[in-house]
């Protein structure tokens, strides 16, 4: 099996003619485009200036530059911004990784769990040289909330390798609770905005050679 053989090129196709639209001069409708946010991230000197995640079946994309980050889904029409508009909302700070992390795959979630999703179409007219992509979209957005632990495996997934560079004495029970989709580094019980998300300690190697 070749790895061309796992992708499912009719979501690409949708995504590439949205892409070249720049070139070949197409009309986009605006129910097209799909949910984008530009959030702030945490910079320091142990954090790399680059971060990328992506969740190929959700269609959504994290890319970081320095301080400033990009969280996209490509297919939702809008919809996980939709929904996601009061948390977006709600962020007074700039995100550290795992949190940007968290906040894609909430968007990712939303958009696996729509009940009924955006149907995209093209329209021609040869004779005015007229292309436009367009989408069908339901009247009212719903989606299903349930099923934590296919949220905890995609939260996981993409959260892993953070997980693995702090130390803390639970870090196994929050590792788990993350697997089960029961733990959150974006709001406090309350609903509030965390500023000190990462209670885990950063190994330092520095400090390690001076104790």
Sequence with gaps: MRIADLYAWEELHHIHCVARSFYTGCEIDSRVLGSFFVLPAETDKYIENFDYGDQYAAQSILLRLGDIAFISVLNDSCAAFNILRDDFEKISAPLSRIQLREFMIRCAFINLNLKERPRFYS????????????????????????????????????????????QNDNIEEVKELVKQGRITFLFDENGNFKTDSLVFKKKNLADERET
């Design 123 to 166: 329209e021609f007219d040869p004779g005015r040289a007229y292309h436009r992509i367009a989408a069908n979209v339901p009247n009212e957005l719903d989606w299903n909330e349930g099923d934590l632990s296919q949220y905890g495996a995609m939260l996981y997934s993409a959260c892993e390798d953070l997980l693995s560079i702090y």
